[in-house]
């Protein structure tokens, strides 16, 4: 049986709860609906077995646990899951979309996905991306590109393309990403869902294959604000197995919030239609007593060449490990972006070319931070464009590397600096893709991050667009 | 090189944000550049790919050489932004967190009691 979808974490549990739907009847629906989008080559694994287990489970504590606990122990009951598939879950084969571990099937799972199973979660497949998490549009996975499902013909941003897609279309109710230099904003952005890049050190890394090490993010998308926070406050805290984790005091929001315009963000070469909308979105929050303040962020112009020393660097360290003999294919099944970038980051650590490079863009990186450790004594969160455009074509970046490496100009300093950002949709332009913000706050403000996200959703409409495409597929 | 009308733009975006063109002396690196920093990835390459990856490699390594005007005298490199350090466990076996010998070699068909196989790396000896 086919139920309506819902298209909110609450509104899935109040079926439940209320017997509209059961959890095996939600699995029913969604795998329906990627077996008829298989087109948009969302899902490389789709974990029917593992979801109908999950399902049966969630239906059978409904009935078990009194209705005023539940949501207390199950936090994600019934929420069905698709995880990017650089998650590593037990017994479910995970690829990093790469032809190294095509066939690998790993014999843990990753914190994150251990969690969000606790919770009650539903993991229903694991998703398509570039390979290991290279690229800015989807079309480095080894498996064939993913499908923007606003438009067909153009990317849904990356790499984590295939769970911005799935949610973009409804094809599992939240997914997990990883954002090491925009890799869950930018798609979330092309894609018109909300994307959610956690504060370095909130969520662990353990399980996840790793990308850069300094840079590497566990979040989430989801339609709504209140779901990626919902995800969050399950998944983020110490595990005992990533040193990098704090448990943090997440202060609650003040009640003035001052919200700063990075100039350097709004220069010629943004995509004026992008400048506009992010601009209407700044109007939207001084509409709700929001002080607006011009800030200044110099060193943003270095962002992309820091990132393109330090991330490659790091990579060329983590692909190091697959060698083709505890597991996966050996060296030569690597894709040509992952060689590149094993090259490039070989080259910059090599000797001769170490200080010139690699510990110069330390030093750069210190600036950045630096510059935003400045404007969080002014302001406590800024707004800024995701990317310079809205979603590109597919085939319009692939020959060209450095210009794909462009795309990621506005995302890569969260990065650098280890800080948190949200990235909402806000509008659909003429062509009919999706166009959006990013709010970027100092560590450990996350609450002031959701909350901010969740005014400007009470205020503005982008949800029902989002949800009246959903009907499309 | 065809640049599209998106890419000018965003070309435009970073001269205006590093006052330089992107596509100004380039950092060559020749192929034997390449080959060695392939030899160093434990990396076999093609010679298709070396004549793909020489050219985009060089491009790359010319624009990030950008940073060489950034004034960073008296500025601390930075390698990881959590602030910690030395974090410690207690040292306690933990055998439900271990894989058991049959999980660990799971991922491989080239194992051999118990172990993993592995290329020779030492030649036999000829004079022997």
């Known amino acids: 049986m086919n139920i309506d979808l819902p298209t909110d974490i609450e509104e899935t549990q109040e079926g439940l709860l209320a017997k509209k739907f059961s959890a095996v009847e939600l699995v029913d629906t969604y795998l329906g609906r990627i077996e008829k989008n298989k087109d948009l080559n969302a899902f490389l694994t789709v974990s029917s077995d593992k979801a109908y287990f999950q399902a049966k489970e969630v239906d059978r504590v409904i009935g078990e646990i009194p209705q005023k606990d539940i949501l207390k122990q199950k936090p994600l009951l019934g929420v069905t899951i698709a995880h990017k598939d650089l998650y590593l879950t037990k017994g479910i084969r995970t690829t990093a979309s790469s032809n190294v571990l095509k066939d690998y099937v790993p014999d843990y799972s990753a914190t994150v996905v251990e969690r969000m199973a606790e919770a009650g979660g539903i993991t229903i497949g694991k998703t398509n991306c570039d390979a290991w998490a290279h690229g800015a549009s989807g079309e480095n996975s080894d498996f064939g590109p993913v499908k923007n499902p606003w438009n067909k013909e153009y990317v849904p941003g990356g790499s984590s393309s295939g769970s911005a897609a799935s949610v973009a279309a409804g094809l599992s109710l939240v997914a997990t990403g990883t954002d090491t230099g925009g890799s869950i904003r930018q798609p979330a952005n092309f894609s018109g869902v909300v994307g959610f890049k956690p504060t370095y050190g909130a969520v662990s890394r353990y399980g996840v294959i790793a990308m850069a090490s300094s840079l590497d993010c566990m979040g989430s998308f989801a339609g709504r604000v209140s779901d990626v926070e919902k995800i969050f406050n399950v998944v983020k805290g110490k595990d005992g197995f990533d040193s990098t984790i704090s448990d943090a005091s997440y202060d609650k929001p003040k009640d003035r919030i001052k919200i700063g315009i990075p100039k350097e963000y709004f220069i010629e070469g943004l995509d004026k239609e992008v400048e506009e909308s992010v601009l209407r979105a700044s109007k939207v929050f001084e509409k709700q007593g929001i002080e607006l303040k011009q800030v200044s962020l110099p060193n943003t112009m270095y962002g992309i060449s820091v990132y393109y020393i330090v991330q490659p660097a790091e990579v060329s360290s983590n692909l190091g490990r697959f060698d083709g003999i505890r597991y996966g294919n050996g060296r030569d099944a690597f894709g040509a972006e992952a060689k590149r970038r094993i090259m490039l980051g070989t080259y910059v650590l090599s000797a001769g070319y170490y200080d010139a490079y690699y510990l110069k863009a330390q030093k750069v990186r210190s600036k950045i931070i630096e510059d935003f450790d400045n404007v969080f004594d002014e302001v406590d969160a800024i707004i800024a464009p995701v990317s310079p455009t809205s979603a590109f074509k597919l085939g319009e970046k692939t020959s060209d590397p450095l210009k794909m490496y462009l795309s990621d100009v506005l995302t890569v300093s969260a990065n650098l600096a280890g800080i948190p950002a949200l990235a909402i949709p806000s509008e659909v332009n003429r062509e009919g893709l999706p166009l959006g913000f990013q709010l970027i706050g100092p560590k450990f403000s996350e609450l002031s991050l959701f909350g901010l996200g969740k005014l400007y959703e009470s205020v503005t409409h982008f949800n029902n667009k989002w949800q009246t495409n959903l009907k499309r597929f | ?128």
Do not use: C
């Open chain 2, 1 to 128: 090189m065809i640049l599209t009308h998106r890419f000018r733009k965003e070309l435009r975006l970073f001269k205006k944000w590093t006052n330089d063109s992107i596509i100004g002396d380039m950092a060559k690196l020749s192929k034997s550049d390449v080959l060695h920093v392939a030899k160093l990835a434990n990396l076999n390459l093609t010679e298709k790919e070396i004549d793909k990856f020489a050219p985009q490699l060089s491009k790359v390594v010319d624009f990030v050489g950008e940073l060489s005007k950034v004034d960073t005298n008296n500025v601390e490199p930075t390698s990881q932004t959590t602030g910690l350090s030395n974090i410690t466990r207690i040292d306690n076996v933990n055998l439900a967190g271990s894989l058991t010998e049959d999980e660990a070699l799971s991922g491989s068909d080239k194992v051999y009691n118990g172990y993993f196989k592995v290329n020779a790396i030492l030649k036999e000896r000829s004079d022997k």
